[in-house]
């Protein structure tokens, strides 16, 4: 029978994980929804003094003066709320579901689901400058972790789940179900395998669905109408997208030098959002703008309203009240936020540039620009202000512009916005995806095909002085009947135990000193499969028969033979050759 291995592997668990994920996409789209309108209910209460679902942006008309210590009062709450709830709800979302995929088999507890948009209500509404999405991302992931968890998974599913719910909740805040897909691929999966990817689209576009009929359809944003982009004005996408580069990279290391700052106060963290909402109340006072969500402002970016001048203005606050309150550990999600700078930088700089290009759709550019240096996820970026704004003809100067600005990141900065954060709470990430070497090797490439076996008759005494004295080339050795069929295995430690035992054992030959519970590999499996099931066992060899059930041996494979399958990459990477010399073929 000939073995032949898929391009991808397959799990027959993937149709019950795909029919929760729907699920999940289900409920998440419910849980945007009941986020949205607790944003817009503490926006009325902290600015208006009114229980009120209408949708308003935070104003002074009410407080006066004391508009200043609105952001104060809600930072105390989250203060209280992290110190005696749960201190997973301070920050952004994204890096704490990181850090529970990565370091914490995807386990979030019933409290995250419950405190974190709760928490990040009360810090939007009371003026924080943050977006809904880091938040409903957590709050996602913790929905399908809870669910993941009540139906008794394993870790990888937990992680399928959580990221399910995390997509889902992307997807039904910005109506961008397939940007969604492409961030939990990027960003929280750290694979690309059926058994993730489906239940995660299928949980997008889920909550995608559920959206239109909470929340209203897509685009949420519109740019102008335009031409298309000349050769001039790609050129200047390129100069955008290292502009953004440059910004972000400041950005984030201005971020984390301000949280060093913090850390160094000489009072508990439970008080620092307070004086971050200090800062908010302050800089919201001289731009009111600044304070909130902003989707009305990357609105009017995109549509090419604000003029230079106040964009200044506005521009500077807002990147001011941002780092302060997030260095501060309050709650909120940092994509907004990214949006309306990436815009104001096209806005700014659209004036400059070639093409008449309405400074709208150079906003768009620079929000890509930035998402994709900033956040480390090109991709995601393209596909995310592609399905905002559903413009075909923005896509190749949004690819110029993205990739552009991640590789001056890439170059500049060693950790993203995102991963930093994990970092400096001692896990590193390590975000490149390719394919593991063990997995594209099978067994029957790389196995010892001459074994060197040892009769199951053979006494044990010769054993010792033939195979386990002095120089001995290996550690274990197979024991086989007079059918070559293996019996079982002996090692070095299962002599070193019949040493040590009493001298009237009755252990004479082979097969009475043997470990039957022999565990063999098919030589068509991979050598991924061959060192799970040496991890497994705690075993350095498997011996590797013709068939199922043959117990025929035909080799054997070791943890040493296994580095072949790494040297082999190891050359790819670094060996370097020349095939073509002076215009001649060298054969």
Same mark, same amino acid.
């Given at each position: 029978?000939?073995?032949?291995?898929?391009?991808?592997?397959?799990?027959?668990?993937?149709?019950?994980?795909?029919?929760?994920?729907?699920?999940?996409?289900f409920?998440?789209?419910?849980?945007?929804k009941?986020?949205?309108?607790?944003?817009?209910?503490?926006?009325?209460?902290?600015?208006?003094?009114?229980?009120?679902?209408?949708?308003?942006?935070?104003?002074?008309?009410?407080?006066?003066?004391?508009?200043?210590? *609105?952001?104060?009062?809600?930072g105390?709450?989250?203060?209280?709320?992290?110190?005696?709830?749960?201190?997973?709800?301070?920050?952004?979302?994204?890096?704490?579901?990181?850090?529970?995929?990565l370091?914490?088999?995807?386990?979030?507890? %019933?409290?995250?689901?419950?405190?974190? %948009?709760?928490?990040?209500?009360?810090?939007?509404?009371?003026?924080?400058?943050?977006?809904?999405?880091?938040?409903?991302?957590?709050?996602?992931?913790?929905?399908?972790?809870?669910?993941?968890?009540?139906?008794?998974?394993?870790?990888?599913?937990?992680?399928?789940?959580?990221?399910?719910?995390?997509?889902?909740?992307?997807?039904?805040?910005?109506?961008?179900?397939?940007?969604?897909?492409?961030?939990?691929?990027? $960003?929280?999966? &750290?694979e @690309?395998?059926?058994?993730?990817?489906?239940?995660?689209?299928?949980?997008?576009?889920?909550?995608a669905?559920?959206?239109?009929?909470?929340?209203?359809?897509?685009?949420?944003?519109?740019? %102008?109408?335009?031409?298309?982009?000349?050769?001039?004005?790609?050129?200047?996408?390129?100069?955008?997208?290292?502009?953004?580069?440059?910004?972000?990279t400041?950005?984030?290391?201005?971020?984390?030098?301000?949280?060093?700052?913090?850390?160094?106060?000489?009072?508990?963290?439970?008080? @620092?959002?307070?004086?971050?909402?200090?800062?908010?109340?302050?800089?919201?006072?001289?731009?009111?703008?600044?304070?909130? *969500?902003?989707?009305?402002?990357?609105?009017? $970016?995109?549509?090419?309203?604000?003029?230079?001048?106040?964009?200044?203005?506005?521009?500077?606050?807002?990147?001011?009240?941002?780092? &302060?309150?997030?260095?501060?550990?309050?709650?909120?999600?940092?994509?907004?936020?990214?949006?309306?700078?990436? /815009?104001?930088?096209?806005?700014?700089?659209?004036?400059?540039?070639?093409?008449?290009? %309405?400074?709208?759709?150079?906003?768009?550019i620079?929000?890509?620009?930035?998402?994709?240096g900033?956040?480390?996820?090109?991709f995601?970026?393209?596909?995310? /202000?592609?399905?905002?704004?559903?413009d075909?003809?923005?896509?190749?100067?949004?690819?110029?512009?993205?990739?552009?600005?991640?590789?001056?990141?890439?170059?500049?900065?060693?950790?993203?916005?995102?991963?930093?954060?994990?970092?400096?709470?001692?896990?590193?990430? &390590?975000?490149?995806?390719?394919?593991?070497?063990?997995?594209?090797?099978?067994?029957?490439?790389?196995?010892?095909?001459?074994?060197?076996?040892?009769?199951?008759?053979?006494?044990?005494?010769q054993?010792?002085?033939?195979?386990?004295?002095?120089?001995?080339?290996?550690?274990?050795?197979?024991?086989?009947?007079?059918?070559?069929?293996?019996?079982?295995?002996?090692?070095?430690?299962?002599?070193?135990?019949?040493?040590?035992?009493?001298?009237?054992?009755?252990?004479? /030959?082979?097969?009475?000193?043997?470990?039957?519970?022999?565990?063999?590999?098919?030589?068509?499996?991979? /050598?991924?499969?061959?060192?799970?099931?040496?991890?497994?066992?705690?075993?350095?060899?498997?011996?590797?028969?013709?068939?199922?059930?043959?117990?025929?041996?035909?080799?054997?494979?070791?943890?040493?033979d296994? $580095?072949?399958?790494?040297?082999?990459?190891?050359?790819?990477?670094?060996?370097?050759?020349?095939?073509?010399?002076?215009?001649?073929?060298?054969?």
């Amino acid at each position: 029978m000939k073995h032949q291995r898929g391009d991808f592997s397959r799990n027959s668990r993937i149709l019950f994980l795909s029919a929760v994920a729907l699920a999940i996409g289900f409920i998440a789209a419910f849980v945007a929804k009941l986020l949205l309108l607790m944003i817009t209910l503490f926006t009325n209460i902290f600015y208006f003094g009114e229980i009120s679902f209408a949708s308003r942006a935070p104003s002074m008309d009410h407080w006066g003066p004391f508009f200043i210590l *609105v952001p104060v009062v809600g930072g105390l709450l989250i203060g209280l709320m992290a110190r005696f709830g749960s201190e997973k709800i301070r920050g952004h979302g994204i890096p704490e579901a990181l850090e529970s995929i990565l370091f914490g088999k995807s386990i979030m507890q %019933p409290k995250v689901a419950v405190l974190k %948009p709760l928490s990040s209500a009360i810090s939007i509404g009371s003026g924080g400058p943050f977006g809904a999405e880091g938040p409903i991302i957590m709050t996602g992931g913790a929905i399908g972790s809870l669910i993941a968890q009540f139906l008794h998974l394993t870790s990888a599913e937990r992680k399928t789940l959580l990221v399910s719910g995390a997509a889902a909740g992307m997807s039904a805040i910005f109506a961008t179900p397939i940007s969604a897909v492409f961030l939990a691929v990027e $960003l929280l999966l &750290f694979e @690309w395998k059926p058994r993730s990817l489906i239940p995660v689209a299928i949980a997008s576009s889920c909550a995608a669905l559920m959206r239109v009929h909470l929340l209203g359809s897509g685009p949420i944003f519109s740019i %102008p109408q335009h031409i298309p982009f000349n050769d001039l004005a790609l050129v200047a996408a390129a100069f955008v997208g290292l502009t953004t580069g440059v910004f972000s990279t400041l950005l984030s290391k201005t971020l984390y030098k301000l949280e060093d700052l913090f850390q160094q106060l000489p009072i508990h963290w439970m008080w @620092w959002p307070a004086i971050g909402g200090l800062v908010v109340g302050i800089g919201g006072y001289f731009q009111p703008r600044a304070l909130g *969500v902003g989707y009305d402002v990357i609105g009017d $970016l995109l549509k090419g309203q604000i003029l230079t001048n106040p964009l200044l203005a506005l521009f500077s606050m807002k990147i001011l009240v941002w780092l &302060f309150a997030l260095a501060s550990g309050t709650s909120g999600g940092v994509l907004a936020p990214l949006l309306i700078f990436g /815009c104001s930088l096209g806005s700014l700089v659209a004036p400059w540039l070639p093409g008449q290009i %309405p400074s709208g759709v150079w906003a768009l550019i620079g929000m890509g620009a930035v998402m994709g240096g900033m956040m480390r996820s090109p991709f995601t970026a393209i596909l995310f /202000c592609f399905e905002l704004t559903q413009d075909v003809n923005v896509l190749l100067p949004l690819l110029i512009a993205s990739i552009s600005s991640y590789a001056f990141t890439v170059w500049a900065m060693r950790r993203s916005i995102l991963t930093e954060k994990v970092a400096r709470r001692g896990f590193d990430i &390590f975000r490149e995806y390719k394919v593991d070497p063990l997995e594209v090797i099978s067994v029957a490439e790389i196995m010892t095909k001459k074994v060197q076996t040892i009769s199951a008759t053979f006494p044990i005494e010769q054993i010792i002085s033939n195979y386990f004295m002095g120089t001995t080339k290996y550690r274990g050795y197979p024991v086989t009947d007079h059918s070559n069929k293996i019996i079982g295995m002996i090692t070095a430690s299962d002599v070193l135990s019949y040493k040590i035992q009493d001298t009237s054992s009755n252990l004479d /030959c082979a097969e009475d000193l043997v470990n039957e519970n022999v565990i063999t590999i098919l030589p068509h499996q991979s /050598c991924r499969e061959a060192a799970e099931k040496m991890a497994t066992f705690s075993i350095g060899r498997l011996p590797v028969v013709s068939e199922e059930n043959s117990q025929v041996i035909i080799g054997i494979v070791t943890r040493s033979d296994l $580095l072949k399958s790494h040297l082999n990459h190891h050359e790819l990477e670094q060996k370097r050759e020349r095939f073509f010399h002076l215009g001649r073929e060298i054969k």
